[in-house]
């Protein structure tokens, strides 16, 4: 039964059959009396589908919720009911023909929310009209312009969604914006800035991907701030690439514009998760502004002519590597058909003796093979030790610093283009937007210790 | 108006909302110890809270108050209590199970009914108190009641909740918090507004602080258990007065909250009277005057004053997050037709400017002293009566009209000036629903507009959790007698309530019941042990709360094989607080046996005792005697036999 319909939405077995038979539905405004003679008055919610099949959820006048055993229920009867209607009402954006045109692309998520109170739900806020209600500060910025391509959790996100989301980027700039903001999940953020980076090439303006670590309707939330640094960069930053624009450290302090070939999310909560890898970041931005860090990129120019292109080929995968693998894992893959293979290797690029044979084999039938670093900083250098010069003869092309995951989504652009084995090699060994650099600066890899006495002083005299 | 009131006649309402932390281990939602209390920091983060909009667009009145605000919030980390929960950095773990029990007990206890399945809401607070901007909170029992007095107080609702920081300083729009004590888990009991009178209020703290003793697992020292108190009159707003931190204070602040809330309907039938019905009915009027003023009598309007302030505090690199934006700024705000409201009586002692004053401090982040001046109590230095004259000419303020002056950062003189006008809106309508922060004084401030239960809505980072049947069984089995219980029992043993009261505080109770549950000891005598004698020795600096247990036990059992003992008992707790060993403390005290011939020792003690003095009257010399055979007898042969083998030795020879 759809949602849309379902007056007990939710609610499954035991419970579901009792309060059909006391006909009650979603929305009620009900008083239930149980049976050691507690009385409970409150709107009946929508049950969770991974929640039991035996409690009814109300939310009290007083705000709380509870869960009522159906089995303790002596009498419920429905004294009202108001249908939650999610529709916010608008407040136009306010458009200054002064202002860069920004347009935002929404994939899910919600990167500014309202709440329900009477029903406790979170609703999206997305509209400009939204946008602006929730963040007003954005009206200062720019004309905003929003569009939904999809709504999905961003670790469902694959080949499907990067195709519309390059083309909508396209359309986009093409259509006259200043600056693209892209609304994302931070599961798989890095991942999507690094194929779009393959797919949009040649921007005349910037490509900003944005989330937040802590949902919007927190009080706490990052959301805004991280949104309001991104539409600044979009609209008046003068990097023209695909980037990140996250927080810098988890105060309120400061974003990152990360590069999206080289960024990638370093921590499963902490707001200052994503990290510019085996690099510095492009750029600080901060209510007053931008602070360059990194002199070398794409400046901003509306002479130039964006190229989207989304070929791809999704036959390939991530082979992390570990100590026992057996060579039937190769041979898996490549009996279930898939094309490109990149390898996160051991220090400087390593797998084990029993795997070359196999590899061997899957070369020779056409996948093919690279190999990446599972340490994510430093180079594959396959030439150092004997197991790496090994694998260079069997075939295993290095791709000195790019990230497993940048690998991955370069590997399965490049095919899309091109089977020919040396094509395919040269392509991805040339780098289109830094995701292969040729040298790594002494700052590139600073994992700060905590506990050092020097470390933990630094970090109580600075802002964490 | 007078500061005495018939509470009945102006229909009295106040109910509580008892906080009591409890003793756990760990805190509720993460994996940090509970009850470690630092005052250092490794580390610190720097936050802002926002509001969120609800569906229909508007700010909860709350949010919107903290939002105006704009504060600065940083956060000071230990890594001894403090973790990336702490941080809202990582959400939140499993919560802590044994917390949820002893949540329960104290609900049994209460007589409420245990809810099914156990929903964590958040509940906002954008002050900063708590890092994510809400707190984690879920009602775990519903519909309980006590007795008191002749009748019963309802119990609403008892839930479980994290803990919030420590606030360490609050200056203009910084404000700074410690999380030691974040996340800590506590019960918050709540009653039904059944009370009728401010000693009644004391009492009922009282009364359910007992009630968390009992259960035993209750953390106690300061802090450890905070109350708010809510009062409303007939026609007035409920007035929640938080963190109330001991039981004696309550009484003054509740009598002066219905003072000042019968004095507010007071104010609001004068402003009627005046015609002024409706928030557009209120004129306030506000002008920048800085330069018209800069050559001032008056301290507070000159900018070097201010600027001198700013001055002395720059040396902390974060003293600049404390600064509103904008040039220093004197701002006039005529009231019109407001005359005579400025001084209106609120609190005893106190009037309608104190209530401007708090706004203009919360939210205008305006926290010199005094917060404003105004006309109705201009300072009188020279000059200063003929400035303000050629203020009200400049400001056209006629006799009907008040005046106030504010200075400080521009933006927040005319935050301030808003809200001055906002007050006066809601004076239209009587008591606002307020927070109010106690003072030492009994008197209250404003801290924030009162959170509706609109601020709640569900965490849906944790999973509801079942609360079977079995498990309020198992805790019911187990669960300690209420303290009424316990009143009725050691009464009936003429043990007076006080000391009834002191035993359940303090947890001497406990030991009561377990030595005469274990050692058969007399209920009334084991009483007045623990209650009166063990008070004493602990005052004198005897470590008696060291004593374990199993000493306790070892004790008492002695005490019924040698009753004696029992008059030794002072030497010997003293002996046992020190070492553990009962029979070494006996052994080291001399009291390890039995002295079985008392007559023939008291027939010795009396040829050789040298008494010369044939003065001695009969009830002297008993007394002498009894005095002398003690000293040698005490503890090992009872007083009462010593006397009586006495008495009849001294008829023998008369």
Redesign the interface.
């Given at each position: 039964m759809s949602d849309a319909k379902d007056p007990l939405k939710g609610y499954r077995g035991h419970a579901r059959s009792r309060l059909e038979r006391w006909g009650m539905r979603v929305w009620g405004d009900v008083r239930v009396r149980?049976t050691?003679?507690?009385?409970?008055e409150g709107v009946i919610l929508p049950r969770?589908e991974?929640?039991?099949d035996?409690?009814l959820?109300l939310k009290?006048?007083?705000?709380?919720?509870?869960?009522?055993?159906v089995d303790?229920i002596e009498s419920i009867e429905e004294l009202g009911f108001k249908e939650a209607v999610?529709k916010?009402?608008e407040?136009a954006f306010p458009v200054t023909p002064d202002l860069p045109n920004v347009t935002l692309l929404g994939t899910g998520g919600t990167i500014a929310?309202?709440?329900?109170?009477?029903t406790?739900?979170?609703?999206p806020?997305f509209t400009p009209g939204e946008l602006y209600?929730?963040v007003p500060e954005l009206a200062e910025l720019c004309n905003l312009t929003t569009k939904k391509i999809f709504g999905v959790f961003s670790e469902n996100m694959s080949w499907a969604e990067y195709v519309p989301l390059a083309e909508a980027v396209g359309e986009a700039i093409d259509g006259g914006a200043d600056g693209i903001v892209i609304g994302h999940g931070t599961d798989t953020m890095g991942h999507t800035a690094s194929v779009l980076s393959f797919m949009v090439q040649n921007s005349p303006v910037p490509v900003v991907i944005v989330g937040s670590?802590?949902s919007?309707?927190?009080?706490?939330?990052d959301a805004?701030?991280n949104l309001i640094h991104a539409v600044s960069a979009a609209a008046s930053g003068d990097i023209a690439e695909v980037q990140i624009c996250m927080f810098g450290p988890?105060?309120?302090?400061y974003g990152l514009l990360h590069r999206g070939t080289r960024c990638r999310k370093m921590h499963?909560?902490?707001?200052?998760t994503f990290r510019t890898i085996g690099d510095v970041p492009l750029s600080v931005v901060d209510r007053d502004g931008f602070t360059a860090i990194n002199p070398d990129y794409l400046p901003r120019d509306h002479s130039r002519n964006v190229r989207i292109d989304t070929r791809h080929d999704d036959r390939v995968t991530i082979l992390y590597y570990y100590p026992g693998m057996k060579p039937d894992v190769v041979d898996a893959l490549v009996e279930k058909g898939y094309r490109g293979i990149v390898i996160a290797g051991t220090g400087l690029g390593h797998v084990n003796k029993p795997l070359f044979p196999a590899l061997k084999r899957a070369i020779d039938q056409g996948v093919h093979v690279v190999m990446t670093v599972q340490t994510l900083w430093g180079f594959a250098q396959m030439y150092v030790y004997d197991t790496g010069r090994d694998l260079l003869d069997v075939g295993v092309v290095p791709l000195d610093n790019m990230l497993p995951e940048t690998a991955l989504m370069k590997l399965g652009w490049v095919l899309g283009h091109t089977h020919e084995h040396d094509e395919v090699m040269a392509m991805m060994r040339n780098p289109i937007s830094h995701e292969i650099t040729e040298r790594e600066p002494h700052n590139g890899y600073l994992i700060l210790q905590g506990g050092l006495p020097e470390v933990?002083e630094f970090?109580?005299d600075h802002?964490? | 108006m007078t500061d005495s009131l018939d509470y009945k006649k102006i229909g009295l309402r106040v109910g509580l909302e008892v906080h009591q932390q409890l003793d756990t281990h760990r805190k509720l939602f993460c994996h940090c110890p509970a009850g470690v209390y630092t005052s250092s920091h490794d580390g610190s983060v720097l936050r802002h809270m926002r509001p969120t909009l609800s569906e229909l667009g508007e700010y909860d009145g709350t949010a919107l108050m903290e939002f105006k605000t704009k504060k600065n919030v940083v956060y000071l980390l230990h890594k001894s209590n403090t973790c990336t929960y702490e941080m809202d950095d990582t959400p939140p773990f499993p919560i802590n199970q044994e917390a949820i029990d002893i949540a329960i007990e104290q609900c049994l206890m209460l007589g409420c009914d245990i809810v099914d399945e156990v929903h964590i809401a958040r509940k906002q607070y954008l002050d900063g108190s708590i890092p994510t901007g809400f707190q984690r909170t879920a009602i775990v029992g519903v519909e309980g009641s006590i007795p008191f007095r002749e009748r019963r107080i309802s119990i609403t609702q008892i839930s479980v909740e994290e803990d919030s920081c420590r606030e360490i300083s609050d200056c203009g729009h910084l404000i700074v918090w410690r999380t030691d004590r974040l996340g800590m888990p506590l019960i918050e009991t709540v009653t039904g507004p059944d009370l009728r009178t401010p000693e009644e209020v004391e009492e009922a703290i009282l009364c359910i602080g007992r009630v968390c003793r009992s259960t035993g697992h209750v953390r106690v020292g300061m802090g450890a258990s905070r109350q708010d108190v809510n009062v409303s009159v007939a026609g007035g707003r409920r007035v929640e007065i938080k963190g109330v931190a001991k039981a004696g204070l309550a009484p003054a602040l509740v009598h002066g909250e219905a003072v000042r809330q019968v004095n507010l309907l007071k104010l609001r039938d004068e402003l009627r009277g005046r015609g002024l019905c409706d928030a557009e009915d209120i004129h306030v009027e506000h002008e920048d005057v800085t330069n018209l003023v800069a050559d001032s009598q008056v301290d507070h309007f000159r900018a070097t004053n201010w600027q001198s302030q700013r001055a002395t505090r720059a040396a902390d690199p974060r003293s600049e997050l404390e600064h509103g934006r904008g040039e220093f700024c004197v701002r006039a705000v005529v009231l019109r037709g407001l005359a005579r409201t400025l001084s209106w009586p609120t609190q005893p002692g106190l009037t309608f400017a104190h209530e401007l004053q708090g706004r203009v401090r919360v939210i205008a982040c305006l926290d010199q002293q005094p917060t404003f001046i105004h006309d109705a109590k201009w300072p009188d230095c020279e000059g200063a009566q003929q400035e303000l004259e050629r203020l009200r000419d400049h400001l056209d303020c006629g006799g009907d009209d008040a005046l106030i002056m504010i200075w400080g950062a521009a933006d927040d003189t005319v935050t301030a000036a808003k809200e001055i006008r906002l007050r006066y809106v809601d004076a239209l309508d009587g008591v606002p629903n307020e927070t109010r922060q106690p003072k030492k004084d009994g008197s209250t401030d404003f801290e924030r507009i009162l959170p509706g239960p609109d601020r709640m809505y569900p965490d849906t980072d944790s999973p509801p959790q079942a609360v079977t049947r079995n498990r309020v069984k198992r805790l019911q089995d187990t669960l300690p007698e209420p303290p009424w219980e316990r009143e009725e029992r050691y009464g009936d043993v003429g043990i007076p309530l006080p000391t009834i009261h002191f035993l359940i505080r303090r947890g001497g109770a406990r030991l009561v019941d377990l030595v005469v549950d274990n050692c058969g000891s007399d209920l009334a005598w084991t009483c007045y042990f623990f209650g009166e004698r063990l008070k004493g020795l602990r005052r004198s600096g005897v470590p008696v709360d060291q004593i374990s247990d199993a000493g306790w036990l070892a004790l008492f059992n002695r005490f019924s094989r040698q009753p004696a003992l029992r008059d030794a008992w002072k030497e010997i707790v003293s002996g046992l607080a020190e070492s553990p060993d009962i029979d070494t403390v006996l052994a080291d005290l001399g009291l390890n046996d039995r002295f079985d011939d008392v007559p023939e020792g008291v027939r010795s003690a009396i040829e050789t005792e040298p008494f010369q003095q044939p003065a001695y009257d009969d009830g002297q010399l008993n007394r002498f005697l009894m005095g002398c055979l003690m000293s040698g007898l005490r503890g090992l042969v009872p007083a009462v036999e010593v006397a009586s083998a006495l008495s009849s030795e001294l008829e023998a020879r008369t």
């Open positions: 149980n050691a003679g507690s009385t409970f969770g991974t929640f039991d035996l409690h959820v009290l006048k007083t705000g709380y919720n509870v869960g009522i055993h303790r999610y916010i009402p407040k929310s309202r709440l329900d109170y009477r406790g739900a979170v609703i806020a209600g929730a670590q802590r919007s309707d927190r009080p706490s939330s805004a701030l988890t105060s309120d302090r499963s909560s902490y707001r200052s933990d970090i109580t802002w964490k | -």
